[in-house]
């Protein structure tokens, strides 16, 4: 043991001399030099701890992580807020009958000024009294994932006729939003 500690032990005492394989005392790697005082994983530590305070304004990384979490927090936040108050909206039709092959969207869902998605809604009556239409829209992103849901009433849809309305999200989306009826009601 003498001669491991005179040698110096990698993660112990330091290095001292040439050569050792870190943490294993006597084995010695061809080629292999250690010409400062400091192990490998502590300069490693060391470079990723000035890496990481490096960040402008203060900002630390646990900073970035925390405000991507809220972000991605708020965002599912906003879709469950909409998503309850679309139950809401379809629980004051407690007796409408299932019409959701009565409502089209337009082909094109359009981002407005303040950046929300919007589509045109039309509900066809083809009943021989006017009715009512509460229409669930989803908005969706390419990849299918649901981003913002609504519900657009339309009153008085006039029998044998249509009527349009205009489903907008109810907080801005970017991107390539696509639009379909989830559900739609008729009383």
């Not at 989803?138 to 249509?162: E, H, M």
């Amino acid at each position: 043991m003498a001669r491991h500690v005179r040698q110096g032990i990698c993660g112990i005492r330091g290095i001292r001399g040439t050569g050792g394989v870190h943490g294993v005392s006597g084995i010695r790697a061809p080629g292999v030099r250690r010409t400062g005082p400091w192990p490998v994983p502590v300069m490693l530590l060391l470079a990723l701890g000035a890496s990481l305070t490096g960040c402008s304004h203060g900002t630390t990384p646990s900073d970035m992580a925390s405000a991507a979490s809220s972000l991605a927090s708020q965002a599912g936040d906003s879709l469950a807020s909409a998503t309850a108050e679309a139950g809401r909206k379809f629980d004051e039709f407690k007796n409408g009958l299932d019409a959701k092959d009565e409502v089209k969207l337009g082909d094109r869902v359009t981002i407005d000024s303040a950046g929300r998605a919007t589509v045109k809604a039309t509900a066809t009556n083809p009943t021989s009294a006017a009715k009512t239409y509460a229409v669930q829209v989803d908005f969706r992103d390419k990849g299918g994932n649901l981003l913002d849901t609504v519900v657009v009433t339309l009153n008085d849809v006039p029998a044998g006729a249509a009527k349009d309305a205009t489903a907008r999200s109810t907080r801005s989306l970017s991107g390539d939003v696509t639009a379909d009826v989830a559900r739609a009601v008729r009383t």
